[in-house]
């Protein structure tokens, strides 16, 4: 039982980030201009990036044990999409986020303005992704 709490706190958790990220912080960055999210995203990057490997690492080991201990594949789908997360992050977005973290990288320039741009819908995968995982676990944590 206390795996599945695990897995579901920790899914739950990734995935309310990922859609507070992708709903409300990203887009006000953008809203604010280019200059201050280039300026915002090398804070808030390192502040959100640990956190979210923990609750991805933590929500899918718990999840695969889980799924080990009850032979429920909805637990090892949702393990499986949870872990997807790393996967995603480390082709899709880490380039993007690379150069924003660059010192070299100029935070007020028209490449900054188009990686912004670019890096909130390759985020919006994270957010569906980590969304299906939690609904996996939310299913069959409080199914019979």
């Known amino acids: 039982?206390?795996?599945?709490?695990?897995?579901?706190?920790?899914?739950?958790?990734?995935?309310?980030?990922?859609?507070?990220?992708s709903l409300?912080?990203?887009?006000?960055a953008l809203e604010a201009g280019t200059s201050i999210g280039g300026r915002f995203f090398p804070p808030m990057y390192k502040r959100a990036a640990p956190l979210q490997i923990a609750l991805a690492v933590v929500?899918?080991?718990?999840?695969?044990?889980?799924?080990?201990?009850?032979?429920?594949?909805?637990?090892?789908?949702g393990?499986?999409?949870l872990a997807s997360v790393i996967p995603i992050t480390l082709i899709?977005?880490?380039?993007i986020n690379d150069v924003l973290l660059d010192p070299a990288n100029d935070p007020e320039s028209e490449q900054t303005k188009t990686?912004?741009?670019q890096w909130g819908p390759k985020h919006w995968w994270r957010t569906i992704v980590s969304g299906?995982?939690?609904?996996?676990?939310?299913?069959?944590?409080l199914g019979p």
Do not use: R
């Open 92 to 95: 899709f977005i880490k380039p």
């Open 132 to 141: 299906a995982a939690f609904l996996f676990y939310l299913v069959v944590a």
């Open 79 to 81: 393990a499986l999409l």
């Open 115 to 117: 990686l912004l741009e």
């Open 1 to 21: 039982m206390i795996l599945e709490v695990i897995a579901l706190f920790s899914s739950g958790t990734f995935f309310g980030a990922a859609l507070y990220i």
């Open 24 to 28: 409300a912080q990203h887009p006000a």
């Open 59 to 77: 929500g899918t080991i718990a999840g695969l044990v889980a799924w080990y201990l009850s032979g429920s594949m909805l637990w090892l789908i």
